[in-house]
């Protein structure tokens, strides 16, 4: 089956899975029978994408008439023959036991036609073995969502043993047309990728606290505010749910052995229904305590608790490469969209060093002698080797980056595209050293004449700083100066380098990301773009050039009221402020802004340059800003883009400016 072979699809189940996987396909355009046992739970998961879908539209994420066809695209079932007997794939998303699974595959086979495609959104069970409950097990996969579906990228798209490799394209292909990245799980692996580097977490963390190495306290601290992980391996189980963990576990045990025996720890909160935020008490208490309340206090940051998790991931990840179930980049790239991290296990070890970790690994072992401390022969191999990435690229003149994109989408534009969009494209220290790379490339390259700068995703350009940037490293005051100087420098970059620069804004741009948009030449926004200095509303000040920057853009009094208010201001009234230069609607902004960017290039480089230059000293100082001008002015007159430029005007031609 190819991708254009796709036109209905079966999802069975209509729970939280099942109805936001009928939504997603719904909203890519295909025609969705979504089923469940009986009518009360198929109307109820209606009902949620229904009100689902208002909400996209309602935050213009959607017109309406783009979320009323998507909810006509779907109709509720609960007799299988009419919801699969003409389905091209089926996606299963019904309760995780295998004899209900059973049921429902010996019931899906008597009525599916041959050619469909069954793939299974387990998170939990073996590929393999579901399978074999059909007669197709080469056309039947995994195809694993994250929850909610709506808004998280991943897919997990799994091998069974039997699985055709025509089967996973069909599928991967089919997961990128709904809007997704698939990243395939070679090997039927428990835990397939994210949850076996997620969960060992989550139990390593616990058995630090029973060996007493450590306490809850100092495991969070460190796990959040040291290594930089989005939550505390203790807060992270208590989101997920300590007795989803607990069983994702109890199964790895079964079938990977003893390094994966679940601690005391974890096994008592499950025994006493303590689940985490679900159940109102975990190892937190969400009821008559604070939550996760994590501390930020450096004194509780504890070196060996690094090492000893960092270790036990990096040896996750040296089974899966190892054995050769995911690359490092494909590892990295799903926890990074399944677990929100800022960036994946393979990297934070390469960045530690895997050696250390190695020989961590080891001293643990044996110290305690415990089977979860026993490495992977892959991983001494990894720690021989210098790291899971091959630094060798870096050499040749290509560079890598993880929190931006640099690109190059048409003639003589480049685009520095923000990325990271599960975090509103928040600017992190790394982010800002990447950026600094990035400008260092656009400014050597004789080829690019504008550059466009935009924020991946839908939702923001950038919700300004990386929270975790301002509090990591016990929110150091000198730290945080530096951090300060380093995005004004970097940022004002952009108003130094001799070319254009156009930022292209949809969806949020506050705090540190309006500072860093007021550095642009040019600002376009959608329609739908909101605007702000909200670091009052965390008692902070701009700290990335917004007390200067801002004012000489909309005037004094602009600038303290945004800033004072710390209110949300529309493109519309931004552009009247005199921020915005043009506001365009969502669907024309991606046209719109490679025009505008195109339209700089195909300017005169030269002029452009000085004019720039003038501008900006002129700024600081008028006197000086007519001096360069004059300079400039001297410079150019007698270029061969101006004898271009005026030989253009004569022969009624567009002129084609070279720089010279
Ligand atoms: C020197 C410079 C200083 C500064 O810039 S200070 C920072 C100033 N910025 C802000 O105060 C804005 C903070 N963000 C927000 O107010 C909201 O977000 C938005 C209005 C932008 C969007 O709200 P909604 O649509 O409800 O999304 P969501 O659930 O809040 O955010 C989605 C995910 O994005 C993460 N995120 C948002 N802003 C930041 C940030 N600034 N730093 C780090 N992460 C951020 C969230 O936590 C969450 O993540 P999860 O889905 O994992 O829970």
């Given at each position: 089956m190819e991708l254009e072979d796709i036109n209905t699809v079966a999802v069975l189940g209509a729970g939280n899975m099942g109805h936001g996987i009928a939504e997603v396909v719904a909203m890519a355009g295909y025609d969705v029978n979504m089923r469940d046992i009986n009518e009360e739970?198929?109307?109820?998961?209606?009902?949620?994408?229904?009100?689902?879908?208002?909400?996209?539209?309602?935050?213009?994420?959607?017109?309406?008439?783009?979320?009323?066809?998507a909810l006509e695209r779907i109709t509720p079932l609960v007799d299988m023959a009419e919801a699969c007997g003409d389905a091209d794939v089926v996606i299963e998303a019904v309760p995780e036991q295998m004899e209900i699974k059973q049921d429902v595959y010996t019931e899906l086979e008597a009525v599916a036609p041959d050619r469909a495609v069954f793939a299974t959104n387990t998170s939990s069970l073996s590929i393999t073995d579901l399978s074999e409950f059909t007669d197709r097990a080469e056309s039947f996969c995994g195809m694993h969502f994250f929850n909610p579906p709506i808004r998280m990228d991943l897919v997990e798209v799994i091998s069974g043993a039997h699985t055709e490799d025509a089967t996973l394209d069909v599928i991967e292909a089919f997961a990128e047309d709904v809007g997704k990245t698939p990243v395939r799980v070679r090997k039927d692996v428990p835990g397939f990728i994210v949850n076996r580097i997620l969960v060992p977490l989550m139990n390593e963390a616990a058995w630090l606290v029973e060996d007493d190495v450590a306490t809850i306290e100092e495991v969070d601290a460190t796990t959040k505010f040291d290594i930089g992980l989005p939550m505390g391996s203790f807060e992270l189980a208590d989101y997920v749910g300590i007795d989803v963990g607990y069983h994702v576990l109890d199964y790895m045990h079964e079938v990977a052995g003893d390094r994966y025996e679940?601690?005391?720890?974890?096994?008592?909160?499950v025994d006493n229904e303590e689940f985490g935020q679900k159940s109102g008490k975990g190892f937190y208490d969400y009821e008559d305590g604070d939550g996760a309340d994590v501390s930020m206090d450096d004194?509780?940051?504890?070196?060996?608790?690094?090492?000893?998790?960092?270790?036990?991931?990096?040896?996750?990840?040296?089974?899966?490469?190892?054995?050769?179930?995911?690359s490092p980049e494909e590892i990295d790239t799903a926890v990074k969209l399944g677990g929100r991290w800022p960036k994946g296990p393979a990297k934070f070890a390469d960045e530690y060093g895997v050696a250390d970790l190695a020989d961590a690994l080891e001293d643990a072992y044996e110290e305690?002698?415990?089977?979860?401390?026993?490495?992977?022969?892959?991983?001494?191999?990894?720690?021989?080797?210098?790291?899971?990435?091959?630094?060798?690229?870096?050499?040749?003149?290509?560079?890598?980056?993880?929190t931006i994109e640099l690109t190059y989408p048409g003639d003589k534009v480049a685009q520095i595209e923000l990325n990271r969009p599960q975090q509103m494209?928040?600017?992190?220290?790394?982010?800002?050293e990447e950026l600094d790379a990035a400008i260092d490339l656009v400014d050597d390259d004789d080829d690019v004449r504008a550059l466009l700068l935009t924020g991946a995703g839908s939702k923001a350009f950038s919700a300004g700083a990386d929270f975790m940037s301002i509090a990591g490293g016990g929110a150091d005051p000198f730290d945080a100066v530096e951090l300060s100087k380093y995005g004004q420098e970097t940022f004002g970059r952009l108003e130094e380098i001799e070319l254009p620069v156009v930022a292209a804004i949809d969806g949020y741009c506050l705090g540190?990301?309006?500072?860093?948009?007021?550095?642009?030449?040019?600002?376009?926004?959608?329609?739908?773009?909101?605007?702000?200095?909200?670091?009052?509303?965390?008692?902070?000040?701009?700290?990335?050039?917004?007390?200067?920057?801002l004012q000489r853009i909309v005037g004094m009094g602009r600038a303290k009221e945004i800033i004072f208010t710390a209110d949300r201001f529309p493109a519309e009234e931004m552009a009247a402020f005199g921020f915005i230069n043009e506001v365009v609607e969502p669907d024309e902004f991606e046209t719109a802004a490679q025009d505008y960017a195109a339209k700089l290039a195909g300017g005169p480089p030269l002029a452009m340059r000085f004019t720039k230059r003038a501008m900006q000293?002129?700024?600081?100082?008028?006197?000086?800003?007519?001096?360069?001008?004059?300079?400039?002015?001297?410079?150019?007159?007698?270029?061969?883009?101006?004898?271009?430029?005026?030989?253009?005007?004569?022969g009624d031609d567009e002129p084609e400016f070279e720089g010279k």
């Amino acid at each position: 089956m190819e991708l254009e072979d796709i036109n209905t699809v079966a999802v069975l189940g209509a729970g939280n899975m099942g109805h936001g996987i009928a939504e997603v396909v719904a909203m890519a355009g295909y025609d969705v029978n979504m089923r469940d046992i009986n009518e009360e739970f198929v109307q109820n998961g209606y009902e949620q994408i229904e009100w689902s879908l208002d909400k996209l539209a309602e935050n213009d994420q959607l017109t309406q008439e783009q979320a009323d066809a998507a909810l006509e695209r779907i109709t509720p079932l609960v007799d299988m023959a009419e919801a699969c007997g003409d389905a091209d794939v089926v996606i299963e998303a019904v309760p995780e036991q295998m004899e209900i699974k059973q049921d429902v595959y010996t019931e899906l086979e008597a009525v599916a036609p041959d050619r469909a495609v069954f793939a299974t959104n387990t998170s939990s069970l073996s590929i393999t073995d579901l399978s074999e409950f059909t007669d197709r097990a080469e056309s039947f996969c995994g195809m694993h969502f994250f929850n909610p579906p709506i808004r998280m990228d991943l897919v997990e798209v799994i091998s069974g043993a039997h699985t055709e490799d025509a089967t996973l394209d069909v599928i991967e292909a089919f997961a990128e047309d709904v809007g997704k990245t698939p990243v395939r799980v070679r090997k039927d692996v428990p835990g397939f990728i994210v949850n076996r580097i997620l969960v060992p977490l989550m139990n390593e963390a616990a058995w630090l606290v029973e060996d007493d190495v450590a306490t809850i306290e100092e495991v969070d601290a460190t796990t959040k505010f040291d290594i930089g992980l989005p939550m505390g391996s203790f807060e992270l189980a208590d989101y997920v749910g300590i007795d989803v963990g607990y069983h994702v576990l109890d199964y790895m045990h079964e079938v990977a052995g003893d390094r994966y025996e679940p601690c005391p720890l974890m096994e008592t909160k499950v025994d006493n229904e303590e689940f985490g935020q679900k159940s109102g008490k975990g190892f937190y208490d969400y009821e008559d305590g604070d939550g996760a309340d994590v501390s930020m206090d450096d004194d509780l940051f504890s070196e060996t608790v690094k090492e000893r998790l960092l270790a036990v991931l990096a040896n996750e990840v040296a089974y899966l490469v190892g054995d050769d179930v995911a690359s490092p980049e494909e590892i990295d790239t799903a926890v990074k969209l399944g677990g929100r991290w800022p960036k994946g296990p393979a990297k934070f070890a390469d960045e530690y060093g895997v050696a250390d970790l190695a020989d961590a690994l080891e001293d643990a072992y044996e110290e305690t002698d415990h089977p979860r401390y026993e490495p992977f022969d892959h991983l001494a191999t990894v720690a021989d080797e210098g790291g899971f990435y091959d630094d060798a690229g870096e050499d040749d003149g290509t560079v890598e980056f993880d929190t931006i994109e640099l690109t190059y989408p048409g003639d003589k534009v480049a685009q520095i595209e923000l990325n990271r969009p599960q975090q509103m494209n928040s600017i992190s220290l790394e982010l800002i050293e990447e950026l600094d790379a990035a400008i260092d490339l656009v400014d050597d390259d004789d080829d690019v004449r504008a550059l466009l700068l935009t924020g991946a995703g839908s939702k923001a350009f950038s919700a300004g700083a990386d929270f975790m940037s301002i509090a990591g490293g016990g929110a150091d005051p000198f730290d945080a100066v530096e951090l300060s100087k380093y995005g004004q420098e970097t940022f004002g970059r952009l108003e130094e380098i001799e070319l254009p620069v156009v930022a292209a804004i949809d969806g949020y741009c506050l705090g540190g990301g309006m500072e860093l948009a007021t550095c642009a030449d040019i600002r376009i926004a959608t329609s739908r773009s909101e605007f702000g200095q909200p670091e009052f509303n965390l008692g902070l000040l701009p700290g990335w050039g917004g007390t200067q920057r801002l004012q000489r853009i909309v005037g004094m009094g602009r600038a303290k009221e945004i800033i004072f208010t710390a209110d949300r201001f529309p493109a519309e009234e931004m552009a009247a402020f005199g921020f915005i230069n043009e506001v365009v609607e969502p669907d024309e902004f991606e046209t719109a802004a490679q025009d505008y960017a195109a339209k700089l290039a195909g300017g005169p480089p030269l002029a452009m340059r000085f004019t720039k230059r003038a501008m900006q000293k002129g700024w600081d100082n008028h006197e000086a800003g007519l001096e360069v001008e004059s300079m400039g002015f001297g410079h150019v007159v007698n270029s061969e883009d101006v004898h271009e430029g005026i030989n253009a005007f004569f022969g009624d031609d567009e002129p084609e400016f070279e720089g010279k």
